[in-house]
């Protein structure tokens, strides 16, 4: 089993700037690639960003340019640098790591609340 714990959502204004962290109890050979996700009131979970274990990222297009996922290895750590926020990008954001098995596997963290607002 692996807990994900995220943590730096919280309220921001519009045009502004969040980090967040996805701190993982341990890394496992069947984890293939860290992502997030995020959901907003009455919306379907979507995929935000990923980052494989060589590397290679991914970005959603409605948030391409304004975002960068990077790890740690070392701290069994990703982060979500999150820059122009708008108010659309309001959700919950969760943390995912993607077993090789397929998304019935996945391990998901808690959430954390980002809100921007002025």
């Known amino acids: 089993q692996v807990q994900l714990v995220e943590s730096g959502g919280g309220l921001v204004q519009p045009g502004g700037s969040l980090r967040l962290s996805c701190a993982a109890s341990r890394m496992i050979g069947s984890i293939i690639a860290m992502g997030w996700y995020r959901q907003a009131p009455g919306k379907q979970r979507e995929l935000v960003a990923a980052?494989?274990?060589?590397?290679?990222?991914h970005y959603a297009d409605s948030m391409k340019g304004r975002l960068t996922i990077s790890r740690d290895n070392a701290k069994n750590t990703v982060y979500l640098q999150m820059n122009s926020l708008k108010p659309e990008d309001t959700a919950v954001y969760y943390c995912?790591?993607?077993?090789?098995?397929?998304?019935?596997?996945?391990?998901w963290g808690q959430g954390t609340q980002v809100t921007v607002s002025s």
């Open positions: 995912n790591a993607r077993h090789m098995g397929g998304p019935r596997f996945d391990f």
């Open positions: 980052i494989t274990n060589g590397g290679s990222t």
